[in-house]
């Protein structure tokens, strides 16, 4: 009996001291605070001093996208620029150059979203007397040629001031369109006279 009493105490000691080494390491194991959380919209990379070019199946350019700041993104592969500059090329007329204080571009990267503080330009051309835009957002969709908003926008031209809510700019036509709340202002202008 006194044998079989030993094998019983030699076993729960080792029963005890497995427990306790589980126990103990459970206690000592860093673990983050809070719920759990998915590894989520991490970036993957960031770019400095970054030129993105798309070009069209004939090889002319869609558009350019110049950034101090580029990050993507490992979940999504979007990216997100800081203070970008963008150059739209349309059919015929002069590219149309935006600036804004953020940018989103998709993982297709057919689809830049501009944020915060958006400048539009188009320079003056054959046929064309040029513009200059501002609002707060800007949709650009490159494959279709087209740049909307569903903000507040205020364009100028030498001979024209509009105001409105909403626009689209359908590049390939060179065409502005202004959606509601329309209001405009129109004067002649000497031949040579800039204002």
Known sequence: M???????????????????????????????RGPAQEPGHVPESVLEDV?????????????RLTSPRLVQFLDDKAIEAVTPYIELHTAGDAPVHVRAHHAWVSPQRDRLEL???????????????????QTDRLLVLPHQQ??????????????????????????????????????????????????
């Open 146 to 195: 087209l740049a909307r908003t569903d903000a507040p926008l205020l364009i100028r031209g030498r001979d024209f001031r509009l105001e409105g809510v909403g626009g689209q700019l359908l590049l390939a036509q060179g065409v502005l369109r202004l959606e509601r709340r329309v209001r405009s202002r129109f004067w002649q202008t000497a031949p040579g006279q800039n204002l």
């Open 51 to 63: 030129r993105l070019v798309q070009y069209d199946l004939q090889g002319s350019v869609r558009y």
């Open 2 to 32: 006194n044998g079989q009493r030993g094998r019983w105490a030699v076993l729960l000691v080792i029963v005890l001291g497995a427990a306790l080494s589980l126990w103990l390491g459970d206690l000592y194991t860093l673990r983050p």
């Open 115 to 133: 944020r915060n503080g958006v400048d539009i330009q188009q320079l003056p051309a054959a046929g064309s007397s040029g513009f200059t835009a």
